[in-house]
């Protein structure tokens, strides 16, 4: 049962330009949430997606940011039109469908995006 | 809204020591807490979730404890070795969607 696969794990890119970051859960895990690491900060809630609906995207910026999680494949990230700010570490975190006290959240080795 | 906070936010200890890695919380309504491992440039490796329920729990030479009314948890190492050295996040889920990160305890065992 491989983990939460993220890729890439590496990603330039000019002022500018799109991002696209993917995420595959684990097997059998039908919620997938994003973070972001910011340098020498701790990590942040982006969004919460189940298949094909967002449940809480109250941690994602207004502008430039979007995130799917469409019925096949995996979870997409997209950041427009990047910025040297939003240069970080972004983490996808997937769990099983149930929840309650015991969820654990699995998290993959994460997107580092570079704005050059 | 919740705020995690871990102290120290840096630690450094000879090997074979044990230590003991402090995160608190300021609001007590949990689901879970989960201490998290992360080694620089990597993602994070779940070491231990503990239920809202539960007082402690225990895998291998980690034991964390969780005290929710003082809103509290600790992580303790015994005997520590150099391959433990990484930064130790602690995560609470707070019954809403998504998991409150402290800014992690830097750890280094000098062998």
């Known amino acids: 049962n491989a983990g939460v696969m993220q890729n890439p794990r590496h990603l330039v890119r000019r002022r500018g330009q799109e991002a696209r970051l993917r995420c595959s859960p684990m097997k059998g895990h039908s919620h997938v949430y994003w973070y972001r690491q910011l340098p020498e900060e701790g990590l942040k809630f982006m969004v919460y997606?189940?298949?094909?609906?967002?449940?809480?995207e109250s941690g994602m910026p207004k502008e430039r940011f979007s995130a799917e999680f469409p019925k096949e494949g995996p979870s997409i990230l997209r950041i427009q039109q990047v910025v040297r700010g939003d240069s970080a570490a972004y983490f996808c975190a997937s769990s099983p469908p149930s929840t309650g006290s015991n969820t654990e959240a699995f998290f993959g080795q994460g997107t580092r995006l570079t704005v050059v | 809204k919740q705020e995690v906070t871990q102290i120290p936010a840096a630690l450094s200890v000879p090997e074979g020591e044990n230590l003991v890695l402090n995160c608190s919380f300021t609001d007590s309504a949990i689901y879970n807490l989960q201490w998290f491992r992360q080694d620089p440039g990597k993602g994070l490796t779940s070491l231990l979730l503990i239920q809202s329920s539960q007082r402690e729990q225990t895998s291998g030479r980690l034991n964390a404890s969780l005290d929710k009314s003082s809103g509290r948890s600790t992580l303790y190492i015994a005997a520590s070795q150099p391959g433990d050295s990484a930064t130790y996040l602690c995560a609470v889920h707070g019954g809403a969607n998504n998991l409150f990160f402290g800014t992690g305890t830097r750890l280094t065992v000098i062998p």
């Open positions: 997606l189940q298949k094909e609906n967002i449940i809480d």
